[in-house]
């Protein structure tokens, strides 16, 4: 058996480059290309091979790259589009100043905010269509708060050896970001970073080519915030309800460990959500209990952008938390269930459950917008009703009772003597939001 060597294009730096360039003659020429552009990052210094790989695989489906070079040597290993000193510059820095901080983290620190700088400007220009990242601990890191500053829906890729790791939490991402967990770390080529390196490239390529431009909007669109059916029956006939109506309808998972509320709160902000049905806030919970959690500044956007809101207590009374072996000590002791191997739940406390009805209250006080409060008196998930096995009426009225000190007269109250998962509740939310909708939008 005959080895192949290793300077070779699957195996080394030199064949690569060379047939790279060949390659690059022809794609620019193809009447494909030109056509939509991927952002590239990467520290060309220590990862340029793995960067012109992607460039590799980019360009030959036909699209164009713009490379940007975070490294802090300026010793990339091609010429960037957007080389390194051009973002040090941006951070208002040079490259020798940054290794004279003889610090890593304080160097890409600066990188960071120039590569935001750089990216926020030429987005908003056209310049690119989606993005693909590499990156370690310090990549990943940098890429993901340069992502934090673009919109929801462009693609957004990043290729990781943390992607899955305590390194890159929820709340260090914050939106809708496909990150794509490295076999091995990215350390010259073979045969499994050019499997993963290829996976990813193709991921943001074909999201990017495939990509129509925004449909346009026939249909107000409306969120609606729930947990499993095991949980929380009412998202299917109000969805239903207000599709019949004329109204999109996208549904969010809220478990309070989660993105989903965060992002929730991102495309309010975007401009994207004319109505909400807020009924499952329990990342607001978790907030106040100190739990991991990425919903911080739940129910704050639909406030500040003055939209309709219809709110709910769904699954308030448990916080989300993750398998129940890594519970905290501080948390033990507490009442628990295990929803499965990765997810449980956690009990509030009766302090804690009056001082998320506090926070909603706040929050909802500063609304500019229409609100109502739908809250059912016998239970705010399935378990948690007289007779459950996580009945906790203590804390229901504890709730409660801080939404009615609270809320502003403004705001309107609407206490119901049913359970969360009646019939009776899902229609009462559905007619109350139709009526405030209806007389909401701007």
């Given at each position: 058996?005959?080895?192949?060597?290793?300077?070779?294009?699957?195996?080394?730096?030199?064949?690569?480059?060379?047939?790279y360039?060949?390659?690059?003659?022809?794609?620019?020429?193809?009447?494909?290309?030109?056509?939509?552009?991927?952002?590239?990052?990467a520290?060309?210094?220590?990862k340029?091979?793995?960067?012109?790989f992607?460039?590799?695989?980019?360009?030959?489906?036909?699209?164009?790259t713009?490379?940007?070079?975070?490294?802090?040597?300026g010793?990339?290993l091609?010429?960037?589009?957007i080389?390194?000193?051009?973002?040090?510059?941006a951070?208002?820095?040079?490259?020798?100043?940054?290794?004279?901080?003889?610090?890593?983290?304080?160097?890409?620190?600066e990188?960071?905010k120039g590569?935001?700088?750089?990216?926020q400007?030429?987005?908003?220009?056209?310049?690119?269509?989606g993005?693909?990242a590499l990156?370690?601990?310090?990549?990943?890191?940098l890429?993901?708060?340069?992502?934090?500053?673009?919109?929801?829906?462009?693609?957004?890729?990043?290729?990781?050896?943390?992607?899955?790791?305590?390194?890159?939490t929820?709340?260090?991402?914050?939106?809708?970001?496909?990150?794509?967990?490295?076999?091995?770390?990215?350390?010259?080529?073979?045969?499994?970073?050019?499997?993963?390196?290829?996976?990813a490239?193709?991921?943001?390529?074909?999201?990017?080519q495939?990509?129509?431009?925004?449909?346009?909007a026939?249909?107000?669109?409306?969120?609606?915030?729930?947990?499993?059916?095991?949980?929380?029956?009412?998202?299917?006939?109000?969805?239903q309800?207000?599709?019949?109506?004329?109204?999109?309808?996208?549904?969010?998972?809220?478990?309070?460990?989660s993105l989903?509320?965060?992002?929730m709160?991102?495309?309010?902000?975007?401009?994207?959500?004319?109505?909400?049905?807020?009924?499952?806030p329990?990342?607001?919970?978790?907030?106040?209990?100190?739990?991991?959690?990425?919903?911080?500044?739940?129910?704050?956007?639909?406030?500040?952008?003055?939209?309709?809101?219809?709110?709910?207590?769904g699954?308030?009374?448990?916080f989300?938390?993750?398998?129940?072996?890594?519970l905290?000590?501080?948390?033990?002791?507490?009442?628990?269930?295990?929803?499965?191997?990765?997810?449980?739940?956690?009990?509030g406390t009766?302090?804690e459950?009056?001082?998320?009805g506090?926070?909603?209250?706040?929050?909802l006080?500063?609304?500019?917008?229409p609100?109502?409060?739908?809250?059912?008196?016998?239970?705010?998930?399935?378990?948690d009703?007289?007779?459950?096995?996580?009945?906790?009426?203590?804390?229901?009225?504890?709730?409660?009772?801080?939404?009615?000190?609270?809320?502003?007269?403004r705001?309107?109250?609407?206490?119901?003597?049913?359970h969360?998962?009646?019939?009776t509740y899902a229609?009462?939310?559905?007619?109350t939001?139709?009526?405030?909708?209806k007389?909401?939008?701007?």
């Amino acid at each position: 058996m005959t080895c192949r060597p290793r300077n070779s294009l699957r195996y080394g730096t030199h064949d690569f480059l060379r047939n790279y360039e060949k390659l690059h003659s022809k794609v620019e020429g193809s009447p494909m290309a030109g056509q939509k552009t991927v952002l590239i990052i990467a520290t060309l210094d220590t990862k340029g091979l793995e960067a012109l790989f992607v460039k590799k695989t980019i360009e030959e489906r036909g699209l164009k790259t713009l490379v940007m070079d975070i490294g802090t040597t300026g010793k990339g290993l091609f010429s960037a589009d957007i080389p390194s000193h051009e973002v040090a510059k941006a951070a208002s820095r040079t490259l020798p100043e940054l290794l004279a901080f003889n610090d890593e983290a304080k160097a890409m620190a600066e990188m960071a905010k120039g590569a935001e700088s750089i990216v926020q400007k030429i987005f908003k220009n056209g310049a690119f269509h989606g993005a693909i990242a590499l990156g370690g601990s310090m990549g990943s890191s940098l890429a993901l708060k340069v992502y934090r500053g673009l919109p929801t829906g462009l693609t957004k890729v990043l290729l990781s050896t943390v992607a899955l790791s305590e390194f890159v939490t929820p709340q260090s991402v914050l939106n809708d970001v496909v990150l794509v967990q490295a076999t091995c770390d990215l350390w010259g080529m073979n045969r499994l970073e050019r499997r993963d390196l290829k996976k990813a490239a193709l991921m943001a390529a074909t999201a990017v080519q495939n990509e129509d431009e925004e449909e346009e909007a026939t249909a107000p669109l409306v969120t609606l915030t729930t947990l499993g059916g095991s949980f929380l029956t009412y998202a299917t006939p109000v969805k239903q309800a207000l599709e019949k109506e004329g109204y999109e309808v996208a549904v969010f998972h809220s478990v309070s460990s989660s993105l989903q509320g965060a992002l929730m709160e991102r495309l309010i902000r975007e401009g994207k959500v004319r109505g909400v049905l807020d009924l499952c806030p329990q990342g607001v919970l978790a907030e106040v209990a100190g739990a991991s959690c990425a919903a911080t500044g739940r129910m704050e956007a639909a406030s500040e952008k003055g939209i309709p809101q219809v709110i709910g207590p769904g699954g308030i009374g448990f916080f989300s938390f993750g398998a129940l072996k890594d519970l905290p000590e501080r948390f033990k002791g507490r009442k628990t269930f295990a929803h499965n191997e990765i997810a449980s739940g956690v009990q509030g406390t009766v302090e804690e459950m009056a001082e998320t009805g506090k926070v909603i209250a706040s929050r909802l006080n500063r609304s500019r917008g229409p609100v109502a409060v739908v809250i059912p008196a016998g239970g705010f998930m399935e378990y948690d009703r007289p007779g459950g096995k996580l009945d906790y009426p203590e804390g229901r009225r504890a709730f409660i009772r801080a939404l009615e000190d609270r809320l502003s007269p403004r705001i309107e109250l609407i206490l119901m003597d049913c359970h969360i998962n009646d019939s009776t509740y899902a229609e009462k939310v559905t007619e109350t939001a139709l009526r405030l909708f209806k007389g909401g939008f701007s």
